[in-house]
């Protein structure tokens, strides 16, 4: 049974950073192509971004620069560190994997940035 726990979201002010965690099980990260989303209020959930079994890391535009996504094989973790946030990055945050044609989705974690 594939499990995501997220954690580490909160309340930050503008500029301010937060590092997101989503530990698996049922799964090894390592493995798979792991992905952040996020949803704000009445939009639609995007893609944030994903790192591949092989490292390769993809961002959307908006967090360039500003996010970087990481994973600990050792704890079986994927992490976002975000730095420089915008009131524009408030959201629910999701862990994402879709392991053999299944997508996965943890419950999600919000972050709220103040201006």
């Known amino acids: 049974q594939v499990q995501l726990v997220e954690s580490g979201g909160g309340l930050v002010q503008a500029g301010g950073s937060l590092r997101l965690s989503c530990a698996a099980s049922?799964?090894?990260?390592?493995?798979?192509?792991m992905a952040w989303y996020r949803q704000a209020p009445g939009k639609q959930r995007e893609l944030v971004a994903l790192?591949?079994?092989?490292?390769?890391?993809n961002y959307a535009d908006s967090v360039k620069g500003r996010f970087t996504i990481s994973r600990d094989n050792a704890q079986n973790t994927v992490f976002l560190q975000m730095m420089s946030l915008k009131p524009e990055d408030t959201a629910v945050y999701y862990c994402n994997v879709d392991h053999w044609n299944t997508n996965y989705w943890g419950q999600g974690t919000q972050v709220t940035v103040s201006s």
């Open positions: 790192i591949s079994s092989g490292r390769t890391t």
């Open positions: 049922g799964i090894i990260v390592s493995y798979n192509t």
